[in-house]
């Protein structure tokens, strides 16, 4: 079945660095764009990043923008989310999401996340 | 930055009745808008997107519409599994989320 997977979370320091991974099943992946979302505790939903088909291009919300980078590898059917510098705000489950086909700004499939926390 | 306003922040229902949710956005999105559903420990759920358009397997009792900057999510008679957060997205301009509407058991 259609099926995202993410892994890498944990809890880090204040300005180190993480690289989160989404492996991606049951669907074609080099055909879709996908999507960083993340969620504070108890908070509400964030877009953080977008990474086009074929990882031509890429797209940053400003509060991420400079610090984190998105990118894929269509040979292991995986995504990634390098971030550094991190800071208590980005503390968040961290969600990979399938972009909608035809409309790709939607989210059509999610994985169930991977909790980032970061703290001294 | 496109701010989404959801109202109420809490809607309490009972199973059976029909739930009227409520997005505005601070300016046009055109129909460029999403709703999704959120169960506790769960990731999202994409439900209605360009306004009115079920996702693939939606059940017909959600449905979603527009006015203006105003939109609606209707779901027409509650039953059990439906009690969760729910929240709007556009993409007219990068993409923003509302604060989410909780719709519990009255």
């Known amino acids: 079945q259609v099926q995202l997977v993410e892994s890498g979370g944990g809890v880090v320091q204040p300005g180190r660095s993480l690289r989160l991974s989404c492996a991606a099943s049951?669907?074609?992946?080099?055909?879709?764009?996908v999507h960083w979302v993340r969620q504070a505790p108890g908070k509400g939903l964030e877009w953080v990043a977008l990474?086009?088909?074929?990882?031509?291009?890429?797209y940053y919300a400003d509060s991420v923008r400079g610090r984190f980078t998105i990118s894929r590898d269509n040979s292991k059917n995986t995504l990634y989310l390098q971030m550094n510098s991190l800071r208590v705000e980005d503390t968040a489950i961290y969600y990979c999401?399938?972009?909608?086909?035809?409309?790709?700004?939607?989210?059509?499939?999610w994985g169930r996340g991977t909790l980032v926390t970061v703290s001294s | 930055e496109i701010v989404l306003t959801q109202s109420p922040a809490t809607l309490s229902l009972s199973p059976g009745e029909r739930a009227t949710l409520s997005c505005r956005a601070s300016?046009?999105?055109?129909?460029?808008l999403a709703w999704y559903q959120q169960k506790p420990g769960q990731a999202p759920r994409l439900l209605i997107y360009?306004?009115?358009n079920r996702a693939t397997g939606i059940p017909a009792r959600f449905s979603g519409s527009a006015s203006g900057t105003d939109f609606t999510l209707t779901i027409s008679s509650l039953e059990p599994e439906d009690f969760a957060v729910y929240y709007c997205?556009?993409?007219?301009?990068?993409?923003?989320f509302g604060q989410g509407t909780r719709l519990e058991i009255k």
């Open positions: 999401a399938r972009g909608l086909g035809g409309t790709y700004w939607y989210f059509d499939v």
């Open positions: 049951g669907f074609t992946f080099n055909t879709y764009a």
């Open positions: 990474i086009s088909y074929d990882g031509s291009n890429t």
């Open positions: 300016q046009s999105v055109s129909t460029y």
């Open positions: 360009d306004a009115s």
């Open positions: 997205q556009q993409r007219s301009n990068w993409i923003t």
